[in-house]
């Protein structure tokens, strides 16, 4: 593939009291993509975004960003780096308010925030309408947007994105979906974590399956989407949590 | 409302302050109590901000402000009392030299310059304290929530026993205490200091650092998914604190010009987490306006419960000595049961919420005359 490597992961190990969760994973993430992983609960996703993001310390292995080596680095040098993470369970902050909010997710930044939040506020207008509520009464849908907004407001090159859909309703996680694709198409690269492979397989360029701590098997969107392991293994159950 | 008519009524209300102060401070001694509790409010004031900083902003649970209290009272007394008055309050084992010459040292600078010591007094206090703060919190700011509070009560209670051991008679005169303590000259300069350090903290709380304290405290995961260096942003709110608490303590020790470790018990701290839990857990001025009341309601307002009450020749039996703690343990537990938000919640006094309230409660009332008709 021409395009650069965002993200690479090499032979990373994760153990989470002393139980091992993951068990020694290669993975990439090409510039200006949307790469997925998914896999059922306890396949170690959220570890590995985790891990990324500098929340815990890996085992083994090397995580390089723009080929600087960012292993074991501490969360907000990470942020600095240019890589966001999306908690799952979006984890906004519920006494603060929207604005607020995003202003804290600009916090390393010196220069002024006013014009992204602006680009957030047109990303997204219902945060505009909302300015002033406080995070908490929002709906979960409008929470997942100002946790997307949030992550944009570091001017990350890379945002991870952990079950966005979870706990959403289906016509909202539609929604959802769209504002990946959406935020993508503004040059940010994208990996996705999660448990609805359907959607996340269609909007994908490429993807990973997670099963037990190792790759089990790796291709594009489109080609998981046809691939029968995988359909037997997560398409048709894609609903059954 | 229209921010002239808000910046009118700020001013006014500000005229009233000056005025009541200065006209408690012509006539202290006629309303001695007055005077006396809201010097002693005003002083509580700047430890229960300073708990609330801790505490209720970034959400870490400290009950280490006694300790800190009594480091800053008795670094200001020790700066403060006069070098030909040291022999007598260490009469017992005397003073240490080095402590001495330190005195007379002072006492040599320049008169503007000695006119600033008590000021100099209270930063000195707040400093050594934030020392110490920056030192347990250390390994202590690991811990969470309850275990956090433990590890702070037991710090506060061995800066207790150190003050009192009498391995340190010639520095902080052991269990006799310090007296001869130079106290404020008037309620203004009590107000200044106040304000000025309500100000500080005012300040940090409306800064970015504020913002970032208030996401700790709301989701420590996701603040540090942000980017927010969650052990360096506690360590700062827990210096800070612990620096304005010292600055309140030092104040306490110029008010009861004297003090000992006793002053310093585990009971101080509760009565400050009652002043923040009243005020509301996150409110600034929440914390003002309750340590005035509680501090009123507790050495003023209350005080009949403690005299022998007679209905004819009847002596209602309960009205005694101490009584009026027991009132106030069930004013407590009533707050605490069925309004937990206190008297602000997490909202800081604007003229908006004001006149929202009072219009709500007027039209309510309209409401209510209707209906009787």
């Known amino acids: 593939m021409a395009k650069n490597n965002l993200l690479r992961l090499e032979n990373l190990c994760v153990s989470y009291g002393g139980i091992r969760a993951v068990k020694g994973i290669n993975l990439t993430v090409p510039e200006g993509e949307i790469v997925t992983l998914i896999g059922a609960n306890g396949a170690g996703k959220s570890t590995i975004l985790r891990t990324i993001a500098g929340l815990v310390k890996p085992e083994s292995g090397k995580i390089y960003f723009k080929d600087n080596d960012i292993t074991c680095k501490a969360p907000n040098l990470i942020v600095e780096q240019g890589i966001t993470l999306v908690p799952e369970g979006r984890r906004v902050f519920p006494d603060l308010t929207v604005l607020e909010n995003l202003k804290i997710g600009g916090y390393l930044r010196k220069d002024n925030l006013d014009a992204d939040i602006e680009w957030v506020y047109t990303l997204f207008p219902r945060l505009k309408e909302r300015s002033w509520q406080m995070a908490g009464t929002l709906s979960g849908g409008e929470q997942q947007m100002l946790a997307v907004g949030r992550a944009l407001m570091s001017k990350p090159k890379l945002i991870m994105m952990d079950e966005p859909s979870l706990g959403l309703a289906p016509i909202i996680v539609q929604d959802i979906m769209n504002i990946i694709k959406t935020v993508n198409k503004e040059g940010v690269t994208i990996l996705l974590v999660e448990q609805n492979a359907n959607l996340a397989l269609k909007i994908a360029h490429y993807g990973y399956v997670c099963e037990t701590g190792h790759i089990s098997t790796e291709g594009s969107g489109a080609a998981l989407l046809e691939d029968e392991a995988v359909k037997a293994a997560y398409l048709g159950k894609a609903r059954k949590k | ?373």
């Not at chain 2, 600033?116 to 390994?139: D, E, K, N, Q, S």
């Not at chain 2, 018990?265 to 400050?272: E, F």
């Open chain 2, 1 to 373: 409302m229209s921010k002239i008519r808000k910046s009118i009524y700020t001013a006014i209300l500000a005229v009233i302050i000056i005025a009541l102060m200065f006209f408690l401070e012509a006539n202290k001694f006629r309303f001695g109590m007055a005077y006396t509790v809201i010097q002693k409010g005003l002083i509580l004031s700047v430890v229960a901000v300073s708990m609330n900083l801790v505490t209720g902003f970034t959400g870490l649970f400290s009950l280490g402000q006694a300790g800190f209290m009594a480091i800053g009272a008795y670094v200001t007394a020790i700066f403060l009392i006069p070098a030909d008055g040291m022999a007598e309050v260490y009469y017992i084992s005397g003073v240490n030299p080095s402590i001495m010459s330190f005195k007379y040292w002072l006492e040599s600078g320049p008169a503007w310059v000695q006119s600033m010591y008590p000021i100099l007094a209270l930063i000195l206090g707040g400093l050594v304290a934030a020392v110490f703060a920056a030192i347990i919190g250390f390994p202590v700011l690991r811990l969470k929530s309850d275990y956090l509070a433990i590890a702070t009560l037991g710090f506060s209670e061995i800066v207790r026993a150190i003050i009192s051991s009498p391995q340190l008679d010639t520095i902080t005169n052991g269990s006799y205490g310090l007296k001869k303590i130079p106290g404020f000259d008037s309620l203004f300069e009590t107000f200044a200091i106040m304000a000025v350090c309500v100000l500080l903290m005012v300040l940090l709380l409306r800064s970015t650092y504020g913002r970032a304290f208030r996401a700790i405290r709301e989701d420590e995961v996701a603040a540090e998914a942000m980017g927010i260096n969650l052990s360096r942003h506690k360590q700062m709110s827990f210096i800070i604190g612990s620096f304005f608490s010292a600055v309140s303590g030092g104040m306490l020790a110029m008010f009861m010009r004297s003090i000992d470790s006793k002053t310093f018990s585990v009971s101080l701290t509760y009565d400050i987490l009652l002043i923040v839990v009243i005020g509301g857990i996150g409110s600034v001025t929440g914390s003002v306006i309750a340590s005035l009341l509680v501090t009123a309601s507790k050495e003023w307002w209350l005080r009949f419960f403690d005299a022998p009450l007679y209905i004819g020749n009847f002596q209602v039996p309960l009205f005694r000595t101490g009584f009026r703690m027991v009132i106030f343990s069930v004013i407590l537990l009533l707050v605490v049961l069925f309004y937990q938000r206190g008297i602000m919640g997490k909202n800081e006094f604007s003229w908006d919420r004001l006149s929202l309230r009072v219009r709500k409660l007027l039209g309510g009332r309209k409401r209510g005359a209707k209906n009787a008709r």
